[in-house]
C-alpha cells in the first residue's frame, strides 16, 4: 500500500489526482480517473484500501504498443507495469497498467 502521499488531493472534479511528496521506494498505481462517472465521495478514498499485487521496471511491450507521451513517473520507472486491487465500500477494481 502507498504511504507519504497527500490524501487531500480529492475533489469532486478529480481535479488533483494523487501527488505524493516523495516517491522513493513506492510503486506506481493507476489515478483512478476512470471512476469519475461513479461520482464517488471523498469517503470512498479515505476508506479505500489498496493493495500492489506486482510492480515491475523495464520494457514488456513492443514501442508501437506502448503509450508515448510519458506518464510522469520518475524517470527509473520510465517503462514498466503495475498490477493490483483497490477495494472500497462495496466495489472492487483489478487493474493492470503497461507503459
Known amino acids: 500500500m502507498m504511504t507519504n502521499c497527500n490524501t487531500s488531493w480529492y475533489t469532486p472534479a478529480f481535479e488533483g489526482i494523487i501527488q ?21 465521495t471523498s469517503d470512498f478514498f479515505k476508506k ?11 520494457k514488456f511491450l513492443d514501442n508501437k ?7 510522469g ?6 517503462n514498466g507495469y503495475t498490477k493490483g486491487i483497490m477495494i472500497s465500500e462495496n466495489i472492487v477494481i ?6
Not at 489498496?50 to 523495464?58: D, F, N, Q
Not at 483489478?94 to 507503459?99: I, N, Q
Open 48 to 58: 479505500a484500501k489498496i493493495y500492489i499485487l506486482k510492480a515491475e521496471k523495464g
Open 73 to 78: 513517473l520518475s524517470e527509473d520507472w520510465q
Open 20 to 40: 505524493c511528496e516523495n516517491s522513493e521506494g513506492l510503486y506506481p498505481i493507476p489515478n483512478f480517473s476512470f471512476l469519475k462517472e461513479l461520482n464517488p
Open 94 to 99: 483489478y487493474w493492470l497498467e503497461v507503459w
Open 65 to 71: 504498443l506502448l503509450w508515448n507521451k510519458g506518464v
